[in-house]
């Protein structure tokens, strides 16, 4: 793959002229937000001007299930493959908090879990609807916001089952044009039936069809109307992540049979847990998924406005099939952080990958940069387009994540490209407390010698400089991100 695109130190705003002119020279007719009596566009009409924005979400999806990455033989993902092949790939992206609400929280506003007020799953955690988001700052500069499917940032009560559906629009996180979507997909549906709600609070209901395709097709049929503006799109799936109530993943029909004795990564294979049973069923899931990319991509191409739309593939965390806690995320290791990142679209389509370390609090300023859009100072994460497009850039780039983790413990980890350490109180209840002042150093990993994570090196006398040298850098994070300093404890030393 390419490595050099661009040259290095160009602009955003001359970046941002070039894909208006690359559509232009294209043959593409149109242009940005529509004037004060300005004749809207025939369907299928192609626009210049700002790109319109594809975001899509499968949940608990892990990154190493992409074909293109080379390190799965039995995955079958050919669309998300060209994506890779065609666009840009960060290979290294993790979320910073691998747990679906926080996560999400995590993307939409560009900051830190404990930052937003969705620090853990609701209830009791809210997502503070003064910040700005993806949407909301897109609406400010001409878009329309519109969302499909899983949302899971809206306060929910358990007394009333009617919150894990219909989200009122002081909750919908500034998607105010297009909705049709469920707050806890999960508990609204199951793989062949279910429900969604519309903007005004009327159910859209299915049966007998695959809820992938059900979702698509709801997309489908959105892109599918004329658009006046430059818009975003939020395509939030649930699958590959397991039926709740089921404790299950669930393929469709059909699918599970042609992943029996598929390939096992090395994470899991040597570990209790349930992958045994899940595995194909997962796979399946995951075909799938890139099915529907591929149905989507394809309307786009039909609609004639591929070419001018940014489309980001991403997960809000992995899947550890409980072989590194009682649940499949909620912990440090790659299999529950690192989530595929990959995105294609006008001035994107540089056949690149990148192996920086990058988490999702940059998903939002990377959008809104690529769009042309000045990146709210609120916001915590930082553009990835200068990784995209400048070598320097990627010598000068922080090459770490923090991670928080709530739930099945209070703590934090720091992910470099050669190590994962992590910290924990675990005298407290995961779930009732958002931070600590008092870690343990509980687990350390060098994804060089052990990518699979295997060997826990926390208290290993020939490692304790290193362990220093990661506390201190944990440290340094856990401020930036707005948390008081913590105290951390080295490990109880093994012999």
Known sequence: MKTDPQSAGASRRDFVKGVA?????????????????????????????????????????????IGAYGLNPSTRTPNLDKIVQRGVAF??????????????ACMMTGRYATQTGMWKLPPPAVLNRELPTLA???????????????????????????TSGYVPPEDRGGFLDFW???????????????????????????RDQYRVDFITDRAVRFLKQPQERPFLLFISQLEPHFQ????????????????????????LLHLPGDWQAQLPDYYGCIEKIDESVGVILKTLEEQNQLDNTIFLFSSDHGCQFRTRNVEYKRSPHDSSIRVPFILQGPGLNLSLSLREI??????????????????????????????????????????????????????????????TYCVADRTLNGGAAASSMHYEEYQMYNN??????????????????DAGRLREQLTRMIVAAGEPQPAIAPAALYP
């Open 21 to 65: 002119s690359a559509a232009l020279a294209s043959g593409m007719a149109g242009a940005g937000p529509l004037a004060k009596g300005e004749t809207p566009q025939p369907k299928g009409a192609a626009r210049t001007g700002p790109p319109n924005i594809v975001l899509y979400i499968a949940d608990q999806m892990r990154w190493d299930f």
């Open 91 to 104: 290979t290294g992206a993790v979320t910073n908090q691998p747990l679906c609400s926080p996560s999400r």
């Open 136 to 162: 909301t700052v897109l609406r400010e500069h001409g878009y329309t916001a519109n969302f499909v499917g899983k949302w899971h940032l809206a306060p929910v009560e358990r007394s009333n089952p009617a």
């Open 180 to 206: 049709e979507g469920s707050n806890e997909l999960e508990l609204t549906s199951h793989p062949y039936e279910g429900s969604i709600w519309d903007a005004h609070g009327n159910p859209i209901r299915w």
């Open 244 to 267: 709740n109530d089921e404790v299950r993943f669930v393929a469709p029909k059909g699918y599970a049979e042609r992943f029996q004795n598929s390939f096992i990564p090395p994470d």
């Open 358 to 419: 990058v988490g999702n609090i940059s998903m939002t300023p990377t959008l809104l940069d690529c769009a042309g859009i000045d990146i709210p100072e609120s916001m915590h994460g930082k553009s990835l387009l200068p990784l995209m497009r400048d070598p320097q850039a990627r010598g000068e780039w922080e090459n770490q994540a923090l991670i928080q983790i709530s739930e099945s413990m209070v703590a934090r980890a720091i992910r470099t490209e050669e190590w």
């Open 448 to 465: 060089y010698a052990d990518p699979a994570q295997l060997v826990n090196l926390a208290g290993r006398r020939p490692f304790q400089e």
